[in-house]
């Protein structure tokens, strides 16, 4: 394995690079989906329900059947790849984000409230933080299934360590499965290794206040 990254170091990088690329687009995306569904779900409480029934449903949808279904409307590549990893992750981000906030005490919130705290800041200023380790869990979550799904993603040409793998399951290439299968895996250990740093990082300030 060592020998073949040392020849052709750019046949391992480049869809590392690809993968990562993938992830970052795909987060940012679903983060700030997720929390514009969850303001609609705070004020609207019948759109919770819907939503998170919703996305359940797709949730259920194998990754292949739902590609095949956007392949036709927005065709092969990134964009569909994205698309698909999004609305998977709205399950984990908008049922962990609904939950941390519904957690809170409401005591804590009235309390806040009664000192003329509006409802948005309220949010802002209570409940996300108080809701943070039901947030970052789901952040994570979110994290670890795009890696894996998005290696499936390479099969509608969408790049990433599913071209690595996928290379070497139809050549019978061992050294290629095994460096996109640890690839992936580590990807994904790394990631949410240095996610839950953060989050420590993100607890250590808050109780130091």
């Known amino acids: ?72 409307v927005t065709g092969l590549g990134t964009k569909t790849a994205v698309i698909v990893l999004v609305v998977y992750n709205q399950y984990l981000l908008l049922r962990n984000f609904l939950t941390g906030i519904g957690e809170v005490d409401p005591a804590v919130c009235e309390a806040a409230a009664g000192i003329g705290m509006t409802k948005m800041q309220v949010l802002l200023r209570v409940q996300l933080p108080l809701a943070r380790k039901a947030i970052f869990a789901g952040i994570r979550l979110a994290v670890v299934s795009t890696i894996g799904i ?39 250990i790394v990631t949410n290794a240095v996610l839950k740093c953060v989050e420590n990082a993100i607890d250590r300030k808050v109780q130091g206040q």
């Open 1 to 72: 394995m060592i020998e073949y990254f040392l020849k052709r170091p750019e046949k391992i990088l480049n869809p590392l690079l690809e993968h990562m690329e993938l992830v970052l687009i795909t987060l940012l995306f679903s983060v700030a989906l997720a929390a514009a569904l969850t303001l609609l779900s705070l004020y609207v409480r019948k759109a919770g329900c819907v939503l998170n029934q919703l996305f359940a449903v797709l949730y259920g949808i194998p990754s292949l059947a739902l590609f095949a279904l956007l392949i036709p």
């Open 150 to 188: 998005g290696t499936i993603a390479s099969s509608i040409n969408a790049g990433g360590l599913g071209d690595l793998l996928f290379d070497g399951l139809r050549t019978m290439n061992l050294v290629k499965i095994l460096w996109g299968s640890f690839l992936s895996a580590g990807l994904a």
